[in-house]
């Protein structure tokens, strides 16, 4: 490649750059912006900074409970989708069975409903179990749609591992729970540090289910932002001062596994 | 120890019959080697032994055992894998010592283990690295050490030396042979190649279509096949044979009579085979020489093959000695000594005695 060239395709991906990251800093500026400064006609680029917001949602709303709901209920979906999908991808993608490829494809379909037409049935089901504005209910909401995420990406890297690799396990002696926990889960961990990601991320962002199946106690971050919007305006700072604090840990936890996601997405680990 | 394969039949869900009755018995520190040609069920024979495939009728004893039921890792034997399956996430060392951490052996006895096999295979440099770190001969070694250090009963190879470039293969095997011999161990190996299997085996299995055509040691497979199959399958190049019919000591086909003194005396359809190597070249006609037409000359150092023709038989014939001095359309006289002649029947392939 060629210096001018080089130098083009920097000025691109700078470009990229600032495209995606204006917004993110627009709704930072109005998280520490008073509101009049933020609902200015002519954007105020020298002020004040102030933690007004934060202060007023954080601490005389109470949504820092909100925080934690968040929490548990992502690690909760990512957890249970992991522990029951990750099993079930490696029989997908080692063992004939009648039927496999259509059950396969039917982990798929519960992702190609549309979310409203499952919401409403799973209100009524919640209900009737009693599990109405719990983070088991958001969880498990969660978990099913999280469930084919997990599936439909570890049958490719469990299929990535040679079958050999299962037979000279079993040959150095380990059952085959034994040879699937010891061997072929260390070798699938990109792969589940990318699922993982993903999981935590869709289930961390999720508002409708979320929305629906709580009230009040075990409301999630996403929930909370639409309690913002109120009969005398949208408070737009308070909104910016949440949304920046719920992008946050996705932010921190992506730097965490990086190393990770990218083997995991670009995954060759395995010479055939 | 002994091993019995009491008909052991296997079909795979397609429908494909694997294994078709096959009976088979050796005896502890043997070399066996499966061969055969691709689709003949020596893999699937070796698996079946493993226990990695069920198989649908028979048995399979060990030491008197019927193991059939028995899962791999309770049938005390190893394999290697032809793309060797390493652990890539494992460094050289831990993929030696797994098999001996999975059967808790303590610390120090393992790093004794795996630095006495390392040794043997002499990739004790390489125990720090990392399976992908490796050449396709190291990482082979590697596959034989972790199949031999916890000294299993017997050692399986599945085509382990197929994956090697030609010279690699050649000391592979000579080394392997050397192994078998300081360890005294039972080592299984499937192959295609005939050569490996002449070398390396002290019994070679020969299978075809699922079924045991002869088990022998290498020498009589070599000099007595049991059928006309054996007998084309093993030679480089293949033994010649010649389909007519013998009569009062003299084999006639279509266009050709040889002289077969001695060896069967009444009338029927029989397959004549002789090995190129005992053909025996004349450059002048004379009593028992049959005329043919050199049509190909191939230069093999030190030998020369032969095609030849006449009318509608061809043959090839190895001559060890100069032959620069024929040239492609010229006569040449082959003799055939009787002993060196070989009866099949035609129908059924067997050998005729």
Redesign the interface.
């Known amino acids: 490649m060629n210096r001018a060239w080089r130098n083009f395709a920097i000025g691109v991906v700078l470009a990229l750059i600032i495209i995606s990251l204006t917004p993110y800093l627009w709704m930072f500026l109005a998280s520490v912006k008073t509101r009049v400064d933020a609902l200015a006609a002519t954007p105020q680029w020298f002020f004040a900074p102030t933690l007004e917001h934060y202060r007023t949602v954080f601490v005389q709303k109470h949504y820092l409970p909100l925080v934690g709901n968040s929490i548990m209920v992502a690690s909760g979906t990512t957890l249970l989708s992991l522990l029951v999908g990750t099993p079930a991808a490696y029989v997908f993608a080692r063992h ?1 069975f009648a039927g496999k490829e259509d059950l396969f494809f039917f982990f798929l379909t519960t992702r190609m409903a549309p979310a409203v037409s499952v919401v409403v049935p799973m209100f009524l089901l919640f209900g009737k179990l009693g599990l109405l504005d719990s983070l088991y209910a958001v969880i498990l909401a969660h978990s099913s749609f999280n469930l084919s995420l997990v599936v439909w990406m570890m049958r490719s890297f469990f299929e990535e591992i ?1 079958p ?2 299962d ?9 085959r729970a ?1 040879t699937f926990v010891r ?1 072929l889960l ?2 699938a ?1 990109p792969g589940i540090a990318a699922a993982t990601v993903l999981c935590f991320i869709l289930s961390w962002n999720e508002l409708l289910y979320a929305m629906i199946l709580t009230a009040f106690e075990s409301r999630t971050l996403t929930v909370g932002i639409p309690g913002l919007v109120t009969p005398h305006g949208t408070l737009w700072g308070q909104v910016a001062a949440v949304a920046i604090a719920a992008t946050l840990p996705i932010v921190f936890f992506a730097f965490l596994v990086q190393k990770h996601l990218v083997r995991g997405l670009t995954f060759t ?4 | 120890m002994s091993v019995i394969f009491d008909k052991v039949s296997k079909q795979f869900p397609d429908g494909t019959l694997a294994l078709d009755n096959l009976d088979l018995e050796f005896a502890k520190g043997e070399f066996v080697v499966f061969l055969g040609p691709s689709g003949s069920g020596k893999t699937t024979a070796c698996r079946c032994l493993s226990g990695l495939e069920e198989i649908t009728s028979g048995r399979i004893l060990v030491d008197g055992v019927d193991v059939t039921p028995l899962p791999p890792r309770k049938r005390n034997m190893s394999m290697v894998f032809q793309n060797y399956a390493l652990y890539p996430h494992k460094s050289v060392f831990e993929n030696i010592a797994y098999p001996l951490r999975v059967r808790k052996l303590a610390r120090g006895r393992i790093a004794e283990e795996v630095s006495r096999v390392a040794k043997l295979l002499q990739i004790e440099d390489y125990l720090d690295r990392r399976p992908r770190q490796l050449s396709g001969g190291q990482a082979q070694r590697v596959a034989v050490a972790r199949a031999l250090v916890w000294k299993p009963d017997i050692c399986l190879m599945d085509e382990p030396l197929s994956n090697l470039d030609a010279l690699l293969r050649l000391q592979t095997r000579t080394e392997l042979k050397r192994l078998h011999r300081e360890l005294g161990s039972t080592f299984v190996f499937v192959t295609h190649d005939q050569e490996e299997a002449m070398t390396l085996g002290t019994r070679i299995a020969l299978l075809c279509y699922g079924r045991l055509v002869q088990f022998d040691v290498p020498r009589k497979i070599y000099h007595e096949p049991a059928t006309r199959f054996v007998a084309e399958f093993i030679g480089r190049p293949a033994m010649n044979t010649l389909e007519g019919r013998l009569l009062e000591g003299v084999f006639h086909t279509d266009d050709t009579e040889i002289a077969a003194p001695g060896l069967l005396e009444t009338d029927r359809a029989v397959v004549l085979g002789i090995r190129p190597e005992r053909i025996v070249l004349h450059r002048a006609a004379g009593a028992g020489r049959v005329p043919f037409i050199l049509d190909v000359a191939e230069l093999v150092e030190p030998d020369t093959l032969l095609f030849v023709k006449s009318n509608g038989t061809s043959l090839v014939a190895r001559a060890t000695e100069d032959c620069s001095d024929i040239a492609p359309g010229d006569s040449v006289y082959l003799e055939f000594p009787p002993d060196a002649l070989h009866l099949f029947d035609q129908s059924t392939g067997r050998r005729l005695s």
């Open positions: 004939q040679p050999e690799v037979e000279a396990a079993q040959m150095d002696g380990n059952t034994g061997i260390p070798m961990a680990a395995v010479k055939r």
